[in-house]
């Protein structure tokens, strides 16, 4: 059974920051492209950042130069480092991994920024 477990969200002041992480578990991490999406209310879920598994990276337009995705294969996890932080970042962020026909998702996490 794969988890994916996000954790690290909540209120912040605009231009502050916070760090997601994810942690899976039930499979072979390191095979797995990873990456982080969002939602906020009334919207589509949006891809906001991505890693795969040999490290390339990619961001949304939007995002870029503010956050920073990274993974540690030996411990599992992967993270968000989101800095500069504006109000229109707020959204639930899910975890989501895949590899190959292979998907899965975390539960998500709020982040609220406040302005």
């Known amino acids: 059974q794969v988890q994916l477990v996000e954790s690290g969200g909540g209120l912040v002041q605009a231009g502050g920051s916070l760090r997601l992480s994810c942690a899976a578990s039930g499979t072979i991490f390191s095979i797995y492209a990873m990456g982080w999406y969002r939602q906020a209310p009334g919207k589509q879920r949006e891809l906001v950042a991505r890693?795969?598994?040999?490290?390339?990276?990619y961001y949304a337009d939007s995002v870029k130069g503010r956050f920073t995705i990274s993974r540690d294969n030996a411990k599992n996890t992967m993270y968000l480092q989101m800095s500069n932080l504006k109000p229109e970042d707020t959204a639930v962020y899910y975890c989501?991994?895949?590899?190959?026909?292979?998907?899965?998702w975390g539960q998500g996490t709020q982040v609220t920024v406040s302005s």
């Open positions: 989501h991994g895949n590899f190959k026909a292979e998907e899965y």
């Open positions: 890693v795969t598994s040999g490290g390339s990276t």
